[in-house]
């Protein structure tokens, strides 16, 4: 039998203690090394995509990539809840022959999730036309690739391997040089979009030789099967994270035009290092927080505290450096789009800060496979954030947008922390009982 959780969601079976004191702590930074390693490569090419696109199409041609872009973190969110997220719940420090199994159907439920959305996508782009029509039927043509590239990046987290997650993402982005030359020289939204979505099929093809294991198109219905418990409420939880940025990108540009929507990913690329870290955060602290949860239980909270107190103290620093940036070199960084970017530093710095405050929380909940009460507090911030967003464009346009998002998110923080307290009680008070198979 499997262990129940207080929940009634099921949970990895406890790993072996392995090793303790100087060598298990030299071992954790070894992992959150690489993790940051990782997730400072990824953060630097989105950045740089994104601030090549902007000086190269300008504000209109820049907001429709960005609805594009906005668009895959939807898919993206998606492939996480049903096949990578169960995965670095339940197959973090396990054996090697169990690992290789999980990821071979993990990775094949990203790949058929790309294939189904991209169809989509493909068949969706003629209708709505234009620039935004064309970038989401090349985003269709390149959605497997891009979300298999990210599946090997959490199966390597899981494993423990953060290094070949890190060189994944070197292939990337040594691969995006030449694909963006050649973009530019075309000088379209579809030729950025392939540009970008080709060089992640390239280092998603790289990933299968890093691993040797190849995506089990046939074992999606089992893994579905396996991990419905936490897969479908993860899936929920991320469609409204991704959801809601997509609402808002939507509603803002129905309300103050598509213009606004470039403004807000300027302001965005701003912060990138700090937005890039909390998006991929679960790559390397759920899995973090599920060997802290093993091994130590009574350390989970002062581990999720201290990553969401660091994340939140970063980003405040990151912050007020680009508050004494000089207009000329904002200018040189994101062209046209700068001087009303650069209005909206102060909210979205606040925004990033309190959204990094409640990933701490939402990675011990993660690792607690307290499933239902993190799709509760999603649900709650999620609200919290489309209605800050469009309620602030409504009353103040792009600026009001910026200021509502920074105080919604900040709410939801707190309310990840509460929900994280309560789980944290409740295990206190009602111990897991271990059943082992005999």
């Known amino acids: 039998m499997t262990p129940m959780s207080t929940e009634g969601e099921r949970t990895a079976p406890p790993a072996p203690a392995g090793r303790s004191g100087p060598a298990a702590r030299r071992a954790v930074v070894g992992r959150l090394s690489w993790g940051l390693a990782d997730q400072a490569a990824s953060s630097m090419t989105n950045f740089a995509v994104g601030v090549y696109v902007a000086r190269s199409l300008g504000l209109a041609a820049f ?3 960005s609805l594009a872009w906005v668009t895959y973190g939807v898919v993206l969110s998606i492939s996480r809840g049903m096949a990578t997220d169960p995965l ?52 269709g043509a390149l959605l497997p690739g891009l979300l298999l590239q990210d599946a090997w990046r959490y199966a390597f987290f899981a494993a423990g391997t953060g290094r070949k997650a890190f060189v994944n993402d070197l292939v990337w982005g040594v691969a995006l040089v030449p694909a963006m030359v050649c973009a530019a020289r075309v000088g379209s939204v579809a030729a950025f979009v392939l540009a970008w979505g080709a060089s992640a099929a390239v280092a998603a093809a790289y990933g299968c030789l890093q691993s040797g294991i190849l995506p089990r198109l046939t074992g999606v219905r089992a893994w579905l099967r396996e991990h419905r418990d936490l897969g479908y409420r993860y899936l929920v939880e991320n469609t409204c994270v991704s959801g809601a940025s997509q609402l808002r990108a939507y509603g803002l540009g129905a309300i103050a035009g598509v213009g606004a929507v470039g403004v807000i990913r300027g302001a965005e690329l701003l912060l990138g290092p700090f937005l890039a870290v909390l998006m991929g955060l679960s790559l390397v602290t759920v899995a973090e927080a599920a060997r802290v949860l093993r091994r130590a239980p009574h350390r989970l909270g ?61 990675a011990g909940l993660r690792a607690l496979a307290a499933a239902r009460r993190s799709l509760r507090s999603q649900l709650v911030a999620s609200a919290c954030y489309v209605g800050g967003g469009l309620g602030g464009a409504a009353a103040a346009g792009t600026v009001g947008s910026a200021w509502g998002v920074a105080a919604a998110t900040l709410l939801g923080s707190a309310v990840w922390w509460l929900q994280l307290r309560s789980a944290l009680r409740e295990r206190h008070h009602h111990p897991i009982r271990e059943v082992r198979t005999p």
């Open 63 to 65: 907001g429709a990539f």
């Open 88 to 139: 670095v719940v339940r197959f973090s420090g396990v054996p090697e022959a169990s690992w290789r199994g999980a990821v071979a159907r993990a990775s094949g439920t990203a790949l058929g999730v790309g294939a189904a959305v991209g169809a989509a996508c493909l068949a969706l782009g003629p209708a709505l036309g234009g620039q935004v029509g064309s970038a989401f039927a090349c985003l």
């Open 302 to 362: 002062p581990f999720c505290l201290l990553l969401g107190g660091g994340q939140a103290a970063a980003a405040l620093l990151w912050g007020g450096a680009l508050l004494l940036l000089p207009d000329r070199v904002g200018a040189l960084v994101l062209g046209d789009v700068w001087h009303s970017a650069a209005e909206l530093i102060v909210p979205a710095t606040l925004g990033v800060a309190g959204a990094g405050l409640g990933t701490g929380a939402a």
